[in-house]
């Protein structure tokens, strides 16, 4: 069972909407900050937007700033990122990401040490 799983992708219109959504499995301790990271071929993965584990500190890159927004459900044990936005690029894999240990939501990948397998996004132009 993966400590983390995605859903939510698929083909959205340029000017469409998307939410996905990030479930910790039951069998993970607490994931303290958490964050989206996306990737497409030939690329590195990169940094989209991240949450502190209260929900009141989001981080998010300046690519995604304004179109994108995350939010967490720590009772349901879940991590959402919503995507408004007309902007083809944003196709990729979305990955989600997590970390045990205490402090502020990073755009490091090397902050977070839990990962899902992640839920491709195609944007159609």
């Known amino acids: 069972q993966e400590d983390l799983v995605e859903s939510g992708g698929g083909l959205v219109q340029a000017g469409g909407s998307l939410r996905l959504s990030c479930a910790v499995s039951?069998?993970?301790?607490?994931?303290?900050?958490m964050g989206w990271f996306r990737q497409v071929p030939g690329k590195e993965r990169e940094f989209a937007a991240a949450?502190?584990?209260?929900?009141?500190?989001?981080h998010y890159a300046d690519s995604v700033k304004g179109r994108f927004t995350i939010s967490r459900d720590n009772a349901k044990r879940m991590v959402f990122l919503q995507r408004d936005s007309r902007n083809p690029e944003d196709t990729g894999g979305y990955y989600c990401?997590?970390?045990?240990?205490?402090?502020?939501?990073?755009?490091?990948?090397?902050?977070?040490?839990?990962w899902g397998r992640g839920t491709q996004v195609t944007v159609a132009s």
């Open positions: 949450i502190s584990y209260t929900g009141d500190i989001p």
């Open positions: 990401a997590g970390t045990g240990r205490r402090g502020l939501p990073s755009a490091q990948l090397k902050s977070y040490e839990y």
């Open positions: 039951p069998r993970t301790f607490i994931m303290h900050a």
